[in-house]
């Protein structure tokens, strides 16, 4: 059997909407510039941790692809068909062959729910207030409310003057928190312009009297005109909430406009017996969510979920259903997914209703690969006896760069095979990482005798020196997206850029890229 899918061949199926997966199995920096734009991103040095939750199905049609010469790719295949995908299939000459065809390669993260934002921008008029105009209402002293809508960890780093966290997901259930009448204005923001626009829509599309706003550009708009951004701010929405029916009412009218239906726990316990594709994700806080939920169900804040679906959602016409404890969380986000083109769902009764009725996600066990731990005294023994050892750090060039051993060598796992062949098979191969399960299916890529000599050493486990002087090029980091990496750190070029490249987006999409969404 061919394992090999044309690039002709897989716009028929993007054409024909057909249900499966395209997985990006380079790393990080590489997907980041230039990807295929429904590609779902899925490095090799992550391949086995990540799947089942991005492909809960073993039976879910795969394609995977590399920069073109194969190999990744292959290996990526090899692994999926051991952890038991069985319909794996990898397109032919890459990313490469896929633009000498004529097709775009998307630089940067999540393309489809930022392009998307741009044209919801355009086509409900999304009404907008500058960095300069809001500076000034706040001088005098004008009476409004800036919600933050991003993750509070990324409010946290840096936010407008006078802003509180609220991110785009809580919005809806929240909002009353913040507006005591419907005169005052509402300004929303985020680093970007894609989270602001569909925070300010959210609110205007379930009929919030008060004047609504996104901040232009946001943070770095409010940057790139001089003005001062704070630091390590704790403002943030109130724990409790107050669900308000005429709210669950609005909800419901938004959701239904755009063709989102319920299911209910028996009806979703039914789809699984029929070995329907189905994610089930809880749109909740982390507070919410670490606190209770339903088995199996996967944490996606309703905002993170609209702006990031390519990182939680590999398979195109899956079913999609969301639950939440108010009735309005998951059905404000459901519309905006119905939207984006996936079959979204909301799981009526929310919580409650799953977890009497006994909804769970079937676990599907995937296959490990043990490791020797090793300590730091077994490593100086390895030393003492002067065996053949080597010292691999499989963690990010970040965190390698920020403190590693000594001896030891930054390796991605894409380098792994590679590598091992110029060794000798008794060599003894010391994975240096914080994540056993890492080193476990790094150590697949080495040879039987050597894997059978490897072991891991946890990094957090060192209690000696670790050095931090040594530097790595940007060509081998290539799991560091340098697109514009430092537009948050002041330098207003890299900003520009970075807005730039958004706005132009939708431009970019070919009428078939296009035809995914459904406004």
């Not at 809960?56 to 990526?76: C, E, F, M, R």
């Not at 990031?308 to 959602?313: K, M």
């Not at 110029?422 to 080193?439: K, P, V």
Request: glycine letters at 8%.
């Amino acid at each position: 059997m061919n394992f090999e899918i044309s690039t002709e061949a897989l716009e028929q199926w993007i054409t024909a909407k057909e249900i499966f997966a395209i997985l990006d199995v380079r790393e990080h920096g590489e997907y980041g510039a230039g990807h295929i734009f429904l590609a779902t991103p899925l490095p090799y040095s992550q391949l086995e941790q990540r799947v089942i939750g991005l492909v809960p199905h073993l039976q879910t049609k795969i394609i995977v692809y590399d920069q073109g010469d194969g190999i990744i790719a292959n290996l990526s295949r090899e692994k999926l068909i051991l952890l038991g995908y069985t319909d794996v299939r990898i397109l032919s000459g890459g990313a490469e062959r896929w633009a000498s065809a004529g097709y775009s390669l998307f630089e940067g993260v999540n393309v489809p729910s930022k392009a998307f934002g741009e044209q919801i921008e355009e086509l409900r008029e999304t009404p907008h207030i500058s960095s300069l105009a809001l500076a000034d209402w706040q001088s005098m002293h004008k009476k409004m409310i800036i919600l933050d809508g991003r993750p509070y960890s990324e409010f946290q780093k840096m936010s407008i003057p006078g802003a509180v966290c609220c991110p785009n997901g809580e919005l809806a259930v929240r909002i009353d928190q913040f507006v005591p009448d419907d005169s005052i204005p509402v300004i929303i923001n985020c680093a970007g312009r894609t989270r602001s626009i569909i925070g300010a829509q959210t609110l205007r599309d379930l009929g919030i009297n008060n004047p609504v706003f996104a901040l232009e550009n946001g943070t770095q708009g409010w940057m790139l005109h001089d003005l001062p951004l704070q630091h390590g701010r704790t403002e943030r929405y109130r724990s409790d909430i107050s669900v308000d029916f005429q709210r669950q009412q609005s909800a419901r009218i938004l959701a239904e406009q755009h063709g989102v239906k319920w299911v209910t726990p028996a009806e979703f316990i039914e789809w699984q017996q029929n070995n329907q594709i189905v994610y089930l994700f809880d749109v909740r806080t982390d507070e919410e969510f670490n606190q209770q939920t339903i088995p199996g169900a996967r944490h996606a804040p309703g905002g993170q979920l609209q702006q990031a679906t390519d990182q939680y959602i590999a398979v195109r016409q899956a079913k999609v259903v969301l639950f939440d404890s108010d009735g309005i969380r998951a059905t404000v986000t459901a519309a905006w997914l119905r939207q984006l083109g996936h079959q979204a769902f909301v799981l009526k009764g929310g919580l409650e209703a799953g977890i009497s009725s006994g909804v769970s996600i079937k676990q599907v066990s995937l296959p490990t690969q043990t490791i020797q731990q090793i300590t730091r005294s077994d490593l100086s023994v390895l030393w003492l006896d002067k065996k053949p050892v080597v010292l691999w750090d499989i963690r990010s060039s970040e965190e390698w760069l920020a403190g590693h051993l000594a001896d030891s060598r930054w390796v991605l796992r894409p380098a792994i095979a590679g590598l091992a062949s110029g060794l000798a098979e008794n060599s003894r191969i010391i994975f240096i990482t914080d994540n056993q399960l890492q080193a476990g299916y790094a150590a697949l890529d080495l040879s039987p005798q050597q894997r059978k000599n490897s072991g891991w050493l946890n990094i957090n486990s060192w209690e000696g020196a670790l050095e931090t002087d040594q530097q790595l090029s940007d060509e081998d980091r290539i799991d560091y997206l340098f697109f514009t990496h430092d537009r948050h750190q002041g330098n207003k070029a890299s900003a520009r850029q970075y807005l730039s490249w958004e706005k132009e987006l939708w431009g970019r999409l070919t009428e078939i890229e296009k035809s995914v969404f459904k406004f």
